[in-house]
């Protein structure tokens, strides 16, 4: 089993910057891909980036393109979502997870989760 813990949400003006960190710990070996997803408030949980364990692979969801970085340290078993040109858009609650397969970049292809952290942006 793999666990994950987020960090680093809270309240930010607009146009400001969060760092979110994601922590794992477990069978980690086990994990092929880490993504990050949001679910604001009367929404689904929508994709936001992911991240290859092994080679750094990234992927974005265009409606974070150009403002949100995900990355990884591998000897601390951690990634990182940098926010920032943060929009009212951009509240919702951010969860960490992760994949065996990394095929689907979707909610039900997440075999691990966390059980989030809230980003509130102020306009």
């Known amino acids: 089993q793999v666990q994950l813990v987020e960090s680093g949400g809270g309240l930010v003006q607009a146009g400001g910057s969060l760092r979110l960190s994601c922590a794992a710990s477990?069978?980690?070996?086990?994990?092929?891909?880490m993504d990050w997803f949001r679910q604001a408030p009367g929404k689904e949980r929508e994709f936001v980036a992911a991240?290859?364990?092994?080679?750094?692979?990234?992927y974005y969801a265009d409606s974070v393109k150009g403002r949100f970085t995900i990355s990884r340290d591998k000897a601390k078993n951690t990634v990182y979502l940098q926010m920032n040109s943060l929009k009212s858009e951009d509240t919702a609650v951010y969860y960490c997870?992760?994949?065996?397969?990394?095929?689907?970049?979707?909610?039900?292809?997440?075999?691990?989760w966390g059980k989030g952290t809230l980003v509130t942006v102020s306009s």
């Open positions: 991240i290859g364990w092994s080679f750094g692979t990234t």
């Open positions: 997870a992760g994949s065996r397969d990394g095929r689907l970049r979707a909610p039900s292809g997440m075999d691990y």
């Open positions: 477990g069978r980690t070996s086990n994990v092929l891909y």
